[in-house]
Nanobody, 115 residues
């Protein structure tokens, strides 16, 4: 399984970005997809997750601002980020969890929220 993120960049506070994660390989094994982030000097934290059945959950810090979705036809997972704050600045990583519990990670994409 290979994951490739895109869509990061520099945005002003209050702005929006949409991250994409393209999945290839043995995708039939994938059960859950998620987005994580890691800010400098901090541990990696879960941001949002979506199961193969479409169930979602979010970190409290992003509820109401971020939306995770998946397009099964394109084998892509998205993270729509609205009303961005400086504290959202981090490297964002895509994760895939297979039915056997194996997990896979993308290379990360930088999101910087600054005026």
């Amino acid at each position: 399984v290979q994951l490739v993120e895109s869509g990061g960049g520099l945005v002003q506070p209050g702005g929006s970005l949409r991250l994409s994660c393209a999945v290839s390989g043995s995708i039939f094994r994938i059960y859950t997809m998620g987005w994580y982030r890691q800010a400098p000097g901090k541990q990696r934290e879960s941001v949002a997750r979506i199961t193969s059945d479409g169930y979602t959950n979010y970190a409290d810090s992003v509820k109401g601002r971020f939306t995770i979705s998946r397009d099964n036809a394109k084998n892509t997972v998205y993270l729509q980020m609205n009303r961005l704050k400086p504290e959202d600045t981090a490297v964002y990583y895509c994760q895939a969890v297979a039915t056997d519990g194996s997990d896979y990670w993308g290379q990360g994409t930088q999101v910087t929220v600054s005026s």
